[in-house]
Antibody, heavy 118, light 107 residues
Framework: EMQLVESGGGLVQPGRSLRLSCAAS????????MYWVRQAPGKGLEWVSH????????DYADSVKGRFTISRDNAKNSLYLQMNSLRAEDTALYYC???????????WGQGTMVTVSS | EIVMTQSPATLSLSPGERATLSCRAS??????LAWYQQKPGQAPRLLIY???TRATGIPARFSGSGSVTEFTLTISSLQSEDFAVYYC?????????FGQGTKVQIK
């Protein structure tokens, strides 16, 4: 069974950093692009970042560009999101998702909650 | 950035009825359009990609159509488990963008 499990969320003060992790299993991790998508409480879905299968292509939403860094370790079947200079508006449930092969997201983790507050 | 606009915001229907959800893109996304279902407390689930291809395990009562800028998700006969929020998403351009969602609720 294909599975994604996020971790690393929590309560953090504005301006501080947090690193999210996503452990993948049940599929050949390095065959697929991966993404982070977030959802603020009671709101819709927002794409955050993308990384290609080998890390050679990376993109970010304007709202996080310059503050967040996506990376992956194919040997460990893991995806990461380093979040610096956190703001209150970054408060959200962060999902790790897998590319179906053409750009849609077919597998989602259960999400990890990030709360930015003093 | 491509803006995705879904309508209506809320759809109130009874079990067994047909649901028709619309999604409009601010510019062409070709056929690079996906639909997701999200229930409270759960992660989104991919229903449709490529505008009309059902994802693995998705029942045949879900169908997608459209191209370029106008897309439709149809649920032919609503089951109790289909009452949820539905999002469209384009993946033709960066940044990837989602619609604001359509809530399908029991009438």
């Amino acid at each position: 069974e294909m599975q994604l499990v996020e971790s690393g969320g929590g309560l953090v003060q504005p301006g501080r950093s947090l690193r999210l992790s996503c452990a993948a299993s049940g599929f050949t991790f390095d065959d697929y692009a991966m993404y982070w998508v977030r959802q603020a409480p009671g709101k819709g879905l927002e794409w955050v970042s993308h990384i290609s299968w080998n890390g050679g292509s990376i993109d970010y939403a304007d709202s996080v560009k310059g503050r967040f860094t996506i990376s992956r370790d194919n040997a460990k079947n893991s995806l990461y999101l380093q979040m610096n200079s956190l703001r209150a508006e970054d408060t959200a449930l962060y999902y790790c998702t897998k590319d179906v092969g053409g750009g849609a997201f077919d597998i989602w983790g259960q999400g990890t909650m990030v709360t930015v507050s003093s | 950035e491509i803006v995705m606009t879904q309508s209506p915001a809320t759809l109130s229907l009874s079990p067994g009825e047909r649901a028709t959800l619309s999604c409009r893109a601010s510019q062409s996304v070709s056929g690079s359009l996906a639909w997701y279902q999200q229930k409270p407390g759960q992660a989104p689930r991919l229903l449709i990609y490529g505008a009309s291809t059902r994802a693995t395990g998705i029942p045949a009562r879900f169908s997608g159509s459209g191209s370029v800028t106008e897309f439709t998700l149809t649920i032919s006969s609503l089951q109790s488990e289909d009452f949820a929020v539905y999002y469209c998403q384009q993946y033709n351009n960066w940044p990837r963008t989602f619609g604001q969602g359509t809530k399908v609720q029991i009438k």
